[in-house]
């Protein structure tokens, strides 16, 4: 399976909405996360289930999609946004498969 | 509070070992399955280990199979990553992830804590 994010990157301005794709060579239900980096930072778990924010995750981020293709949507963006955004493929049991991210830029 | 804290990466020759720890704290450790992650400078997200709540069961791509070692004790709430004969294409941040459970399906899921990683240079 290959995961394929696009676009490599986004500029937005803050307070605009943003649009994250992620594509599946093939179906994987729902077993689908998404990230978010910053500089020097850990990766952040944001949603999973395809559709399910984590905990502590603002409302602003929502995820959908079934299948092959899968999008992040990020309300009204805030300036602690602007980071790199993963999608992974996951199941009860390896492999885990990382898109190759999505810079969202102001 | 619930942490992750890697150790033991440093500068090491082509061909030479590492090993790498994790400390785990703020949840029950022998409950969770356990993974390394690694990053490439500038570069994206990759999976290189994964071990089961007891230790009995690893999994790893083929880029790292053979060469790299995960296993965990649960006595010390700890988990570590021995690395042989290193390249310079392992040259990356190491990450120690938790993997996620769902007790209503009993399910693993994704990567949901993470440490802030330890860096390995093969050079």
């Known amino acids: 399976i290959v995961m394929t994010q696009s676009p490599a990157s986004l500029s937005v301005s803050p307070g605009e909405r943003a649009t994250l794709s992620c594509r599946a060579s093939?179906?994987?239900?729902?077993?689908l996360a998404w990230y978010q980096q910053k500089p020097g930072q850990a990766p952040r778990l944001l949603i999973y289930?395809?559709?399910t924010r984590a905990t502590g995750i603002p409302a602003r981020f929502s995820g959908s999609g079934f299948g092959t293709e899968f999008t992040l949507t990020i309300s009204s963006l805030q300036s602690e946004d602007f980071a790199v955004y993963y999608c992974?493929?996951?199941?009860?049991?390896?492999?885990?498969?990382f898109g190759q991210g999505t810079k969202l830029e102001i | 509070e619930v942490q992750l804290l890697e150790s033991g990466g440093h500068l090491v020759q082509p061909g030479g070992s590492l090993r790498l720890s994790c400390a785990a704290s703020g949840f029950t450790f022998s409950d969770a399955a356990m993974s390394w992650v690694r990053q490439a400078p500038g570069k994206g997200l990759e999976w290189v280990s994964r071990?089961?709540?007891?230790?009995?069961?690893?999994e790893y791509p083929d880029s790292v199979k053979g060469r790299f070692t995960i296993s965990r004790d649960n006595s010390e709430n700890s988990l570590f990553l021995q690395m042989n004969r290193l390249g310079a294409e392992d040259t990356a941040m190491y990450f120690c992830a938790r993997i996620h459970y769902d007790p209503l399906t009993g399910l693993n899921g994704p990567f949901d804590v993470w440490g802030q990683g330890t860096m390995v240079t093969v050079a």
């Open positions: 071990i089961n709540d007891n230790g009995v069961a690893t």
């Open positions: 289930g395809s559709s």
């Open positions: 093939q179906s994987i239900a729902s077993n």
């Open positions: 992974l493929f996951y199941k009860n049991w390896p492999p885990y498969i």
